[in-house]
């Protein structure tokens, strides 16, 4: 697995983080040229009007945000330093759309200069003129959803690129001016070998973005996938190629981070692995429980002790924000008592591979992670799938492989 400790530069940003008490910030744009055929996002396709009006809502959503705090906290600007346009597509805003998103940002919070602030984007989406016009905005971290480099992946995944495209895609981002790109892929696809993964990831790696996510494809209730392969464990219909079975998983999950690590890129996550001080600082403050504040459909938010999710009817949503004054559209707020606080530390810090931090859990909870949880902790570390060192708390290699099962552990 490699050196545990983060990268000089992450581990300075997370510092300030927690001095600073930032927040991170989210911004949800569900819209997508079309439905890919395993996604279970709260996505869909929508005419310009509807994107139109749903950024509008967002804007003002930012802007009531903001001034809530401020009238929370008289005196107080929140500072941010993070923001993650999510989605959806949110290469399919136009760049007036975006602008007009961290302009509502930039006045209701504080953001850093030196902020990381990331969008999603879809290859066949963005062209050089857009993505330049979002690094003159301040967007400086790409994510770009590869997925495959295969075209009958790709069209068996019901993406709408193909694998040149990703390039085009990449190339425009480094024209643009983007130092920092990321790339998604999924693993495990229908029909898929070891040998056709690695090309895949081969394919990614020669671009050389700075960062990669990998994640094994998960059938998804309620997705033309699911009509097709069933779940992993039914059979499924012989007309499909049959999803690889549990041992190539393990395999091609294992010769992933290999390879990664071999081209000079650390596994910082169960899914993700970064170029020194290219972690993505966004998702690292969600694991370390950090607060944020999510905007748009759906969107999740925890802040002030309290956690909720927007509401994800799109009409209700937008008449909502236009209202005056604006109703509230918060669903499942519910206020963390310390059982869930506790939960989620571990369950979040444990994503990463360098776990969690001692010291931080008992300034944290005013008991220590033995004090808590000392009988699992005995446990999964006699098993050989957590491992004590220099104050922290994580998971083995071989821990990683079943880390849904051991994070249930931490569950009361
Ligand atoms: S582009 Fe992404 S969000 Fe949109 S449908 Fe495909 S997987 Fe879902």
């Given at each position: 697995m490699g050196e545990r400790e983060l990268s000089?530069?992450?581990?300075?940003?997370?510092?300030?983080?927690?001095?600073?008490?930032?927040?991170?910030?989210?911004?949800?744009?569900?819209?997508?040229?079309?439905?890919?055929?395993?996604?279970?996002?709260?996505?869909?396709?929508?005419?310009?009007?509807?994107?139109?009006?749903?950024?509008?809502?967002?804007?003002?959503?930012?802007?009531?945000?903001?001034?809530?705090?401020?009238?929370?906290?008289?005196?107080?600007?929140?500072?941010?330093?993070?923001?993650?346009?999510?989605?959806?597509?949110?290469?399919?805003?136009?760049?007036?759309?975006?602008?007009?998103l961290l302009t509502a940002v930039a006045m209701s919070f504080l953001v850093a200069d030196d902020a990381e602030i990331s969008a999603e984007c879809n290859p066949g989406t963005a062209d050089q003129e857009k993505l330049a016009a979002w690094r003159s905005m301040g967007i400086n971290r790409l994510s770009i959803g590869a997925q495959s480099f295969h075209d009958d992946d790709l069209k068996r995944l019901g993406r709408i690129h193909t694998a040149a495209q990703i390039g085009q895609t990449f190339r425009a981002a480094r024209q643009a001016g983007f130092t920092n790109i990321s790339m998604d892929l999924i693993s495990s696809l229908p029909g898929q070998t070891t040998g056709r993964a690695k090309e895949d990831l081969c394919s990614a790696m020669a671009l050389m973005p700075e960062h990669l996510s990998v994640y094994s494809l998960i059938i998804e209730e309620d997705t033309p996938f699911r009509d097709m392969y069933g779940s992993r464990e039914t059979a499924p219909d012989p007309a499909y190629l049959p999803l690889p079975d549990e041992d190539t998983e393990r395999e091609i999950y294992h010769r992933t981070w290999q390879l990664l690590e071999e081209g000079g890129y650390r596994q910082y996550e169960i899914s993700s692995a970064a170029r020194p001080g290219y972690e993505c600082f966004h998702n690292i403050g969600y694991w370390k429980g950090h607060e944020y504040l999510g905007f748009g459909l759906g969107a999740a938010s925890l802040y002030g002790g309290a956690r909720w999710s927007n509401t994800p009817d799109l009409q209700e949503y937008t008449e909502a924000m236009s209202a005056v004054p604006q109703r509230d559209i918060r669903r499942e707020l519910s206020v963390l008592t310390e059982k869930d606080r506790l939960e989620e530390f571990m369950f979040l810090g444990l994503r990463m591979t360098d776990g969690i931090s001692e010291e931080v859990f008992a300034k944290t909870f005013g008991k220590t992670a033995d004090e808590v949880y000392g009988d699992v902790i005995r446990k999964q570390t006699e098993q050989g799938m957590l491992e004590r060192s220099g104050g922290r708390l994580f998971f083995t290699e071989r821990g990683v492989d079943i880390s849904n099962t051991l994070m249930a552990e931490y569950m009361f």
């Open positions: 000089q530069g992450a581990a300075a940003a997370y510092e300030r983080k927690d001095h600073t008490g930032a927040l991170s910030l989210y911004i949800h744009f569900p819209f997508c040229v079309r439905k890919c055929a395993y996604c279970d996002f709260l996505s869909a396709p929508a005419d310009e009007e509807t994107r139109e009006a749903y950024v509008d809502a967002l804007a003002r959503e930012i802007k009531t945000a903001g001034e809530r705090i401020a009238a929370q906290q008289p005196g107080h600007v929140q500072y941010v330093d993070t923001i993650y346009f999510g989605g959806g597509t949110p290469s399919l805003m136009t760049s007036a759309q975006t602008d007009h």
